[in-house]
């Protein structure tokens, strides 16, 4: 369903910002920037300290977008502050290495045009599928998504895929660590990232519509994910949220405590 019109029967349509964390992306960001729905209203890319012209092409792709500094390393620190910075209604979360088609983003406000607080994104929904990932992610996939629907009585199709969308009013929900303190790492800093938001959401009891997703393979560059390492600290996520431990608490952005 697209989104309302800028006017209709007296209604303001909802503003959408478009979170993108990017680091050393500059020969990804044409393609991503190129493919971005031009009625979006706001474009945020959060920079994780690139030493190539990623800021620079960004600005020349989509002019007016917002850069936004990270303090910390990793990408659930660069959401959390790109999360801070946006002052649309609706929060778009998309890759800048070009495995995800912006085109696809209103897909995701359709749904919470429809009523859904969190669209979450997935490849194995009917009509989504990727170029990406592997035999042995899948496995892995699977197998966390099953234990998270059983220890949250979830029905997600594919937990750990990033491209999602969500109601602003969801960001607390969401409690992340403080994006401002450069001083040390936080749980959730890293790939965790969406487990954390996804099992936080589900705690919360909104309503969470999944959407498919084609995933192509990243264009340019390496991707920092590794399966094992990541995997685990999926798992420690999800231990944490269920049950109160395996993972070190993160200190929310609402809170002054310099617990990590």
């Not at 088609?101 to 859904?116: K, N, V």
């Not at 990727?130 to 899948?138: G, N």
Request: glycine letters at 10%; one cysteine or more; a neutral charge.
């Amino acid at each position: 369903m697209p989104r309302q019109p800028a006017s209709s029967g007296g209604k303001r349509r909802p503003r959408v910002s478009v979170v993108i964390p990017a680091m050393n992306e500059a020969r990804n960001l044409p393609h991503v920037l190129g493919h971005m729905p031009k009625d979006i209203d706001e474009v945020i890319l959060v920079d994780g300290n690139s030493v190539d012209d990623t800021v620079e092409v960004a600005r020349k792709c989509w002019p007016g977008i917002v850069v936004v500094n990270q303090a910390r390393k990793g990408k659930g620190n660069a959401l959390a502050a790109g999360f801070a910075a946006c002052t649309g209604d609706y929060i778009v979360m998309i890759d800048a290495d070009g495995s995800m088609d912006p085109r696809e983003i209103a897909r995701f406000t359709g749904a919470l045009d429809a009523g859904a607080d969190y669209a979450k994104g997935s490849r194995f929904a009917k009509g989504g599928g990727s170029d990406d990932i592997t035999a042995l992610r899948k496995v892995g996939n699977w197998g966390l998504n099953f234990m998270t629907n059983v220890l949250f009585r979830t029905h997600f199709s594919d937990l750990c895929y990033g491209y999602n969308a969500f109601r602003k009013d969801c960001v607390p929900i969401f409690g992340l660590p403080d994006h401002t303190d450069a001083t040390a790492p936080r749980w959730g800093d890293g790939f965790e990232i969406e487990t954390l938001i996804n099992t936080r959401v589900a705690k919360a009891g909104v309503r969470i519509d999944e959407v498919a997703s084609f995933e192509f393979r990243r264009m340019y560059g390496e991707s920092n994910l590794q399966t094992f390492r990541d995997g685990f600290r999926v798992v420690r996520t999800i231990m944490r949220e269920r049950f109160g431990f395996g993972a070190p608490a993160e200190t929310p952005a609402h809170q002054t405590s310099t617990a990590a």
